[in-house]
């Protein structure tokens, strides 16, 4: 399996800040990774796919980067509503493992 | 816009099957376009991919889990079934379905999770 290692795994921020979260493959991905946003109680939101691609509906704040094994997670001026847990996800063989997840306080 | 359902037991006895089902509305299962996805989160936890299911009825399943799952597709009903043997307390978990768009095999639609507990 490939492991996906998510880092950190919580972050306290502000509103107005700007953060990165990061994901780590054991190997090369190409650009297979996506990303997920869960709020307490509802299940997960995709809000990047294939590494930088943002879902429709999604804020511009949003950004996602990276390729072969190192990847990260934007987001400019935080807004109340982002905060949340973030999951990673490699989908570039099965099975398609998770990072750890972000939890994203204020 | 698609809507995916889950439903079944929210209590099952050690050693026993859990059996779910995910209903899918506002669209067909009976699409090339998709894998129809099972995963589940254990309270406070990260989430773990149980495996996938195409219209073929060609399956894959995680390793770790493969020897006790089935997933099972049923177009007439517009549904697909999950489940898992012998299962024991650390199997306690919210179980989602999910729908998985082929190429991009980004989860784009989720059911809302059920939670299902293992317990005597």
Excluded: M
Excluded at chain 1, 46 to 51: E, I, L, N, Q
Excluded at chain 2, 9 to 34: E, F
Excluded at chain 2, 80 to 103: E, H, I, N, P
Excluded at chain 2, 106 to 119: A, F, I, K, P
Aim: charged share 10%.
């Amino acid at each position: 399996d490939i492991q996906v290692t998510q880092s950190p795994s919580s972050l306290s921020a502000s509103v107005g800040d700007r953060i990165t979260i990061t994901c780590r493959a054991s190997q090369s991905i190409n650009r297979f990774l996506n990303w997920y946003q869960q709020k307490p109680g509802e299940a997960p939101k995709v809000v990047v796919y294939t590494a930088s691609t943002l879902q429709s509906g999604v804020p511009s704040r949003f950004s996602g980067s990276g390729s072969g094994t190192d990847f990260t997670l934007t987001i400019t001026s935080l807004q109340p509503e982002d905060f949340a847990t973030y999951y990673c996800q490699q989908t570039y063989s099965t099975p398609r493992t998770f990072g750890q997840g972000t939890k994203l306080e204020i | 816009q698609v809507q995916l359902q889950e439903s079944g037991p929210g209590l099952v006895q050690p050693s026993q099957t859990l059996s779910l089902t995910c209903n899918v509305s506002g669209g067909t299962i009976n699409s090339g376009l998709y894998y129809w996805t099972w995963l589940r989160q254990p309270a406070g936890k990260g989430l773990e991919w149980i495996g996938h299911i195409y219209i073929s009825g060609s399956t894959t399943y995680n390793p770790s889990l493969e020897s006790r799952v089935t997933i099972a597709i049923d177009t007439s009903k517009n549904q697909f079934t999950l489940k898992l043997t012998s299962v024991t307390a650390a199997d306690t978990a919210v179980y989602y379905c999910a729908r998985d768009v082929v190429g991009t095999a980004v989860l784009q639609n989720w059911g809302q999770g059920t939670l299902v507990t293992v317990s005597s």
